[in-house]
T-cell receptor, first 114, second 113 residues
Framework: DAKTTQPPSMDCAEGRAANLPCNHSTISGNEYVYWYRQIHSQGPQYIIHGLKNNETNEMASLIITEDRKSSTLILPHATLRDTAVYYCIVRPTRSGGSNYKLTFGKGTLLTVNP | ETGVTQSPTHLIKTRGQQVTLRCSSQSGHNTVSWYQQALGQGPQFIFQYYREEENGRGNFPPRFSGLQFPNYSSELNVNALELDDSALYLC????????????FGQGTRLTVV
C-alpha cells in the first residue's frame, strides 16, 4: 500500500546526472517526502527528505513540485557506486513526538554504466 | 556507517524454532523500528518501539514480538519459525519528532530450513 509510484528501472552514464522521478499524488499537507537507497544486500541508506521546498545536501538534490504531487531526486554526477535501488517514501507525521513507519514500495533500480 | 549495529549478521534456524535478533541504536536515538525484507521486495514495517513500548505495528502476527531497553537497544523475537520468515531483518533507529530521518543497520539474514 505504498503511496508512491516509481519507474522500476533506469540507466545512467557515469559522470552524468541521474534524475529519478516519483509520483505521490495523494500526499497530505503534513507528509514529508523521503528518499532512501539500498545497495545490494545492505541496509537502506538515508539520502534526503523534504516537505515543500527544494533541498540539497552532499549526496543529492530533491526537487518537489509546487503542488507536491511529484518529486525528483537528482544525483548530480553519478558514479558506479550509485548503482542501487532507490526508494521514494511518503512519511506521515504524528503528534506527540513519536515517529512512524516508512512504507517502502519496490523502488527504482538505478544502474550506472561506465 | 550509520552507528546502528545488528547481530548476528547471518543465522540459520529450523522451522518451529524461536529466534532473537538484536539491534543497538545510534547514539542519541530513542526510537527503534524493525523491518522484514523478503528477496526482491522492499522492506516491510514490523513494529516500532519508543520509550520501551511498542507504538506502531505492521501486518505481522503476534509471534513477532520485541523489546526496547533503557539504553534504547532492541530485540526482535520470532516464535514458531516458518519457512516464509526467511528474510533480511532490518533495524532502524531515529530520534522521535517530526521530520527526523531513520538510519538502518546492515541487517540480519535469517534462513529458516
Amino acid at each position: 500500500d505504498a503511496k508512491t509510484t516509481q519507474p522500476p528501472s533506469m540507466d545512467c552514464a557515469e559522470g552524468r546526472a541521474a534524475n529519478l522521478p516519483c509520483n505521490h499524488s495523494t500526499i497530505s499537507g503534513n507528509e514529508y517526502v523521503y528518499w532512501y537507497r539500498q545497495i545490494h544486500s545492505q541496509g537502506p541508506q538515508y539520502i534526503i527528505h523534504g516537505l515543500k521546498n527544494n533541498e540539497t545536501n552532499e549526496m543529492a538534490s530533491l526537487i518537489i513540485t509546487e503542488d507536491r504531487k511529484s518529486s525528483t531526486l537528482i544525483l548530480p554526477h553519478a558514479t558506479l557506486r550509485d548503482t542501487a535501488v532507490y526508494y521514494c517514501i511518503v512519511r506521515p507525521t504524528r503528534s506527540g513526538g513519536s515517529n512512524y513507519k516508512l512504507t517502502f514500495g519496490k523502488g527504482t533500480l538505478l544502474t550506472v554504466n561506465p | 556507517e550509520t552507528g546502528v549495529t545488528q547481530s548476528p549478521t547471518h543465522l540459520i534456524k529450523t522451522r518451529g524454532q524461536q529466534v532473537t535478533l538484536r539491534c543497538s541504536s545510534q547514539s542519541g536515538h530513542n526510537t527503534v523500528s524493525w523491518y522484514q525484507q523478503a528477496l526482491g521486495q522492499g522492506p516491510q514495517f514490523i513494529f516500532q518501539y519508543y520509550r520501551e513500548e511498542e507504538n506502531g505495528r505492521g501486518n505481522f502476527p503476534p509471534r513477532f514480538s520485541g523489546l526496547q531497553f533503557p539504553n534504547y537497544s532492541s530485540e526482535l523475537n520470532v516464535n514458531a519459525l516458518e519457512l516464509d520468515d526467511s528474510a533480511l531483518y532490518l533495524c532502524a533507529s531515529s530520534l522521535a519528532g517530526q521530520g527526523h530521518e531513520a538510519f538502518f543497520g546492515q541487517g540480519t539474514r535469517l534462513t529458516v530450513v
